[in-house]
Nanobody, 126 residues
């Protein structure tokens, strides 16, 4: 059974940092595009960041560019999202996802991803 399991969420003050992890099991994702999305209460799920199979290409939403960094460790089948200078508007459930149809798709839409994790809550207090 293929699973993506996020961890690392929590409550942090504005200006603080968190590092999210997404551990995959049941299948290796070392050849796939991986992404992070988030969904705030009452809002649609939105793209945050994506990374290619090797980790050498990344793309970010404008709202997080310069503050968040996506990375991966294929040996551990794990993707990370380092979040710095957090703002209250970053509060959301964060999801990781896998696009198994492309080594680098720079996929920005939900429909392009095939597997999803269950999400981890990030709350930023002001």
């Amino acid at each position: 059974q293929v699973q993506l399991v996020e961890s690392g969420g929590g409550l942090v003050q504005a200006g603080g940092s968190l590092r999210l992890s997404c551990a995959a099991s049941g299948r290796t994702f070392s050849s796939d595009t991986m992404g992070w999305f988030r969904q705030a209460p009452g809002r649609e799920r939105e793209f945050v960041a994506t990374i290619n199979w090797s980790g050498k290409s990344t793309y970010y939403a404008d709202s997080v560019k310069g503050r968040f960094t996506i990375s991966r460790d294929n040996a551990k089948n794990t993707v990370y999202l380092q979040m710095n200078t957090l703002k209250p508007e970053d509060t959301a459930v964060y999801y990781c996802a896998a696009d198994i149809h492309a080594a680098w798709s720079r996929a920005l839409s939900l429909e392009e991803y095939d597997y999803w994790g269950q999400g981890t809550q990030v709350t930023v207090s002001s």
